[in-house]
């Protein structure tokens, strides 16, 4: 049977289902995996540990042979994404959203682009601290 992987990544629960032709999920998993801290000490995923799950559920997958895997693709929450570098080595931990934005990095930053609100009404982005993942680049 033909089917597809949809990874839905919550700030809770990791949930991976297969989907065939019709729409119909005809396998699924999830797992509440535990936080670690960023270097500041605040909450953040394990990427580490959700690397693993991912890794771990794909092999899973690929060994029920009932099944032909098609595709696969990934939702996530919130503002979330990391670096990486060429090999695919992870640079950075994958911050909270929750996260306070620095107060002075958020003054120099909105400072040199002509203020909050121009920059907001620029770029259609509103002001919202670490919720804008632009702001975390």
């Known amino acids: 049977m033909n089917v597809v992987?949809?990874?839905?990544?919550?700030?809770?629960n990791k949930k991976v289902f297969l989907f065939n032709e019709n729409y119909q999920i005809v396998w699924?998993?999830?797992?509440?995996?535990?936080?670690?801290?960023?270097?500041?000490?605040?909450?953040?995923?394990?990427?580490?540990?959700l690397t693993n799950w991912i890794v771990y559920r794909l092999a899973e997958m690929q060994a029920l042979k009932e099944y032909f895997?098609?595709?696969?693709?990934f939702s996530?929450?919130?503002?979330?994404f990391v670096y990486v570098d060429e090999s695919g080595k992870v640079l950075t931990p994958l911050y909270n959203y929750l996260k306070e934005y620095p107060e002075a990095l958020?003054?120099?930053f909105y400072g040199k682009y002509k203020g909050e609100e121009k920059f907001a009404v620029k770029t259609a982005?509103?002001?919202l601290g670490s919720l804008n993942s632009g702001m975390k680049i």
């Open 69 to 73: 895997l098609k595709a696969i693709n």
């Open 106 to 108: 958020q003054k120099e």
């Open 5 to 12: 992987a949809i990874f839905d990544i919550g700030k809770t």
């Open 28 to 49: 699924e998993k999830s797992v509440n995996l535990p936080e670690t801290v960023d270097e500041d000490g605040f909450p953040c995923e394990d990427i580490e540990a």
């Open 76 to 80: 996530t929450y919130g503002a979330s």
């Open 125 to 127: 982005s509103p002001v």
